[in-house]
Nanobody
């Protein structure tokens, strides 16, 4: 499985960005997808998750009400819509994929077998 993330860049506080992650190499509907982020000097942090079959999603408390995740199985792509951005959202964002997870593991980076290359998001005025 290959994952290609795109859409990062510079945004002002309160602004929006949309990240995309295109997958190839496996039937997309069998992949459960997530976004993680990592700021300089910090550990990689779970952001959002979306189930490949039923489309159910989970998100971290830090982005509730601001970020949403969606997927287009026809385009083999998952999206991360980020609204009301804050400076603390600045990080490298990674998309990840797995074929198996449980309710207790979807937020763990070790659950994911496949990772994209990361895309930088900077929120600054």
């Amino acid at each position: 499985v290959q994952l290609q993330a795109s859409g990062g860049g510079l945004a002002q506080p309160g602004g929006s960005l949309r990240l995309s992650c295109a997958a190839s190499g496996r039937t997309f509907g069998t992949l459960h997808m997530a976004w993680f982020r990592q700021a300089p000097g910090k550990e990689r942090e779970f952001v959002l998750f979306i189930n490949g079959v039923v489309g159910s999603s989970y998100l971290s408390d830090s982005v509730k009400g601001r970020f949403t995740i969606s997927r287009d199985n026809a385009k083999n792509t998952v999206y991360l819509q980020m609204n009301s951005l804050k400076p603390e959202d600045s990080a490298v964002y990674y998309c990840a994929a797995t074929t198996f997870y449980t309710d207790s593991t979807y937020s763990h980076s070790s659950t994911y077998d496949y990772w994209g290359q990361g895309t930088q998001v900077t929120v600054s005025s």
